[in-house]
Antibody, heavy 118, light 107 residues
Framework: EAQLLGSGGGLVQPGGSLRLSCAAS????????MGWVRQAPGKGLEWVSV????????HYADSVKGRFTISRDNSKNTLYLQMNSLRAEDTAVYYC???????????WGQGTLVTVSS | EIVLTQSPATLSLSPGERATLSCRAS??????LAWYQQKPGQAPRLFMY???NRATGIPARFSGSGSGTDFTLTISSLEPEDFAVYYC?????????FGGGTKVEIK
């Protein structure tokens, strides 16, 4: 059974950094594009970033471009999101999600909460 | 950026009734639209992709239609487990975008 286990969230001060991880199991991780989607408290879904199966191509939302970096280690079946220069508006639950052959999200992790506050 | 506008924001219906949810795109997305269901405290779940294809395990009472800029998710007869928030998402253009959601609540 497919599983995505996110970790690395927490409380960070504005301007700080955090790295999220998402450990995958139960499917061929190295054959799948992956992505991050976030949800601010009480709000809707916002796409953040995607990375292709081999890691050679990445896309970012304008709101995080230049501050966040998506990466993956296929030998460890793990997806990452390095978040720098964090702002209060980055406060959200961050979901990692599997991308099937096209850019939808067909399986989601449980989410990890990031809170940016002084 | 393609803006997806969902309506209504809230739909109050009783079990057994028909639900019709709308998603309108600011420009054509062809048929490249998905629908997700999210329940409180849970991650979203893919329900429909490419406008009219049910994802794995989604019951036949859910159907999707539309192309271009206007899309509809229909639930033919609401079951208790269908009361949730539904989001649409387009994959036609970067950036990927989601609609603001429609909450289907029990009347």
């Amino acid at each position: 059974e497919a599983q995505l286990l996110g970790s690395g969230g927490g409380l960070v001060q504005p301007g700080g950094s955090l790295r999220l991880s998402c450990a995958a199991s139960g499917f061929s991780f190295s054959s799948c594009a992956m992505g991050w989607v976030r949800q601010a408290p009480g709000k809707g879904l916002e796409w953040v970033s995607v990375i292709t199966d081999g890691g050679g191509t990445t896309h970012y939302a304008d709101s995080v471009k230049g501050r966040f970096t998506i990466s993956r280690d296929n030998s460890k079946n793990t997806l990452y999101l390095q978040m720098n220069s964090l702002r209060a508006e980055d406060t959200a639950v961050y979901y990692c999600a599997k991308v099937p052959g096209v850019y939808y999200f067909d399986f989601w992790g449980q989410g990890t909460l990031v809170t940016v506050s002084s | 950026e393609i803006v997806l506008t969902q309506s209504p924001a809230t739909l109050s219906l009783s079990p057994g009734e028909r639900a019709t949810l709308s998603c309108r795109a600011s420009q054509s997305v062809s048929s490249y639209l998905a629908w997700y269901q999210q329940k409180p405290g849970q991650a979203p779940r893919l329900f429909m992709y490419d406008a009219s294809n049910r994802a794995t395990g989604i019951p036949a009472r859910f159907s999707g239609s539309g192309s271009g800029t206007d899309f509809t998710l229909t639930i033919s007869s609401l079951e208790p487990e269908d009361f949730a928030v539904y989001y649409c998402q387009q994959r036609s253009n970067w950036p990927l975008t989601f609609g603001g959601g429609t909450k289907v609540e029990i009347k």
